[in-house]
């Protein structure tokens, strides 16, 4: 079985952005791998230790994610994928869904992993974009993966409750957090993995249809308004004073 | 030329974020055409009191991801809609960008402002955990996905026009076998204009009640802070935060919640943000519209008899 994760690499959290022009500025940031993408990589991993296969990582964008392919490899893929775009900005969704599913449909893998979101945007669009134009299934927020031949049983979270979906291969699908508790990368798997050779192919090589966004600005979020400590003498005083501020100040509830 | 807007249900009800996808399609042009997948005609007549010139009915019998992307595609190339709206939801998610791939549409996601017009539409949107945001223009054909709670709905009178469509699921193959809804008679985090949440300060899952109580007067949902759902207290559906569920309630109550920058991420974009902590030098009281330093345990009782009160 041929598993191919796409990765994505993020800011992390804990970093404060810092916005010049219509971008960010990159001096200081600490980038992660998207921690959903993580549940998917620990995932394809998984499968392969019970039923074999390969594992190939992918990620695109500018030189910097190859450091995210890097921990792939560290932490047991096969394969690492550099599809390189110097000026790939995290706005650029569909530019992205189109370029990263014609490089899935070059590559022919059984079944497409990622994470159920990317933290920077948060759109959630490529992998369904991905699965339309192979054709086929897209299954969202997997906790749970079963592989059975040529067809998987998924169990994904949905608003209220779970679901449980079935497909036949290649297909689609997105980690949530629940799937599993993905693994730490071994010193030794770090070291071996700075002499992996990581594979580099132009994202003009897929061409676009897709427009690139035009980014108008970048901002920081307004201050939020000034808020008010509550005093009183006693919880009771403090929780009657909140209730009838959310009343009649704020008017929400 | 027109403006497709897909609503989406709960149950029997119509989910809010329906209504603020047609007033919010208004603003871009006309005509808005509302698409109801398995609804009926009271809940479409909700979708044209809130801006829809047309309301599309179809029927989807299993749902798939592809299923549904099929009939929204298929009507919006029917009503030659230069624009989808789609809710950013579970929902929304599974099929928005097949839609865009069938449409050969441009792509947004999670958008919070909708302006400009059909053929140019100006968006803004959150990026980095709320961190910053970006103004973009996209042209159409674009799929749009609209952050729920993001859109003032606006009554509009005069169209009754209620259709039905025969777009069909078409070719899928992915299909569901169960579901289980055992946890679906609670208000959704994502939906609910109210949220109470609590944190490592509520000490224990033998507490929640507390903030149920709360929850039930004001008609609120639960939530969780990251601490408490890996104490093991709730369930991760519970979880508000970065690697959990981004809301933006009318009002967001956090109890025992220090405000971790990863819990920020999930809520910041609240419109009123409540803190109650103990502890004064909590980060939540800098996002806070209104804190209590004190005891959640005496405050939260408090403010439940109060509401009862003024209530009724």
Known sequence: ?253 | MAVLAVAELKGDSLKKISKELVSAGRTLGTPVVALLVNGNDAQAKELLGAGADTVVKATLANYSPEGMANIVSAVAKEKGAKIVLAAHSVLGRDYAGRVAVQLGANVAADVVSIKGSLENVELRKPVYSGKAFANIRIKSPAVITVRPNSQEVKAHSGAEAIETSSAGEGNVTGKITSTDMSGGSKIQLTDASIIVSGGRGIKGPENWPLLQALCDVTGAALGASRAAVDAGWISHSAQVGQTGKTVSPNCYIACGISGAIQHLAGMGSSKYIVAINKDKDAPIFKVATYGIVDDLFKVVPAMTDEFKKVLG
């Open chain 1, 1 to 253: 079985m041929k598993i191919l994760v796409l990765i994505k690499q993020v800011p992390d959290t804990e970093t404060s952005i810092k916005v010049s022009g219509a971008g960010i500025v990159d001096a200081g940031i600490k980038w992660i791998v998207s921690p959903f993408d993580e549940h998917a990589l620990e995932e394809a991993l998984r499968l392969k230790e019970k039923t074999g296969g390969t594992v190939i990582a992918a990620s695109l964008g500018p030189d910097r994610v190859v450091e995210a392919l890097r921990t792939a490899y560290a932490l047991g893929a096969d394969q690492a994928i550099h599809i390189k775009d110097d000026s790939y900005n995290v706005l650029d969704i569909g530019y992205a869904g189109s370029v990263l599913a014609k490089f899935v449909e070059a590559e022919k893998p059984d079944l497409i992993l990622t994470g159920h979101v990317a933290i920077d945007s948060q759109s959630s669009m490529v992998p369904s974009m991905i699965a339309q134009t192979l054709g086929c299934a897209n299954i969202n927020n997997a906790i749970e993966l079963k592989v059975e031949g040529n067809k998987v049983v998924v169990k994904r979270e949905i608003e209220g409750g779970s679901a449980v979906m079935e497909a036949s291969t290649p297909v689609v699908i997105t980690a949530a957090k629940n799937l599993n508790e993905p693994r730490y990368p071994s010193l030794k798997g770090i070291m071996a993995a700075k002499k992996k050779q990581v594979d580099v192919k132009a994202a003009d090589s897929f061409g676009s249809g897709f427009a690139k966004v035009e980014i108008v600005s970048l901002e920081l979020p307004p201050p939020r308004p000034p808020g008010r400590i509550i005093d009183g003498d006693a919880p009771e005083t403090k929780a009657k004073e909140l209730v009838k501020a959310l009343r009649e100040e704020a008017k929400v509830i």
